[in-house]
């Protein structure tokens, strides 16, 4: 069993950046795969970034290459999200995630345990 506990959102200006934090209990960090999702209003969750147990192998989605930058720190039980060149459409509730597989790694469905979300607004 996986508690997440999401940290960081905020309001920002457009261009700006925001660093999310993911805390999990348990003993097991490391051997879950942590992922980060977000939902705008009316939309649906969709992936934004995965990580591996051991953080080898990194995902990004297409809307966040090159601007988002997933890491973790196992000793910590934390995962993370740097947010860099923050858009408007980047705004959402931004959700982490934990799974012990490999497969269906960008979708929801795929992730047994999620955090309560927190919100980040950009504004334009």
């Known amino acids: 069993q996986v508690q997440l506990v999401e940290s960081g959102g905020g309001l920002v200006q457009a261009g700006a950046s925001l660093r999310l934090s993911c805390a999990a209990s348990g003993r097991t960090f490391s051997q879950y795969a942590m992922g980060w999702f977000r939902q705008a209003p009316g939309k649906e969750r969709e992936f934004v970034t995965r990580?591996?147990?051991?953080?080898?192998?990194?995902y990004y989605a297409d809307s966040v290459k090159g601007r988002f930058t997933i890491s973790r720190d196992n000793a910590k039980k934390t995962v993370y999200l740097q947010m860099n060149s923050l858009k408007p459409e980047d705004t959402a509730v931004y959700y982490c995630?934990?799974?012990?597989?490999?497969?269906?790694?960008?979708?929801?469905?795929?992730?047994?345990?999620w955090g309560q979300g927190t919100q980040v607004t950009v504004s334009s």
């Open positions: 990580i591996s147990k051991y953080g080898a192998s990194i």
């Open positions: 995630a934990a799974t012990p597989r490999v497969v269906d790694v960008t979708i929801p469905k795929g992730y047994d345990y």
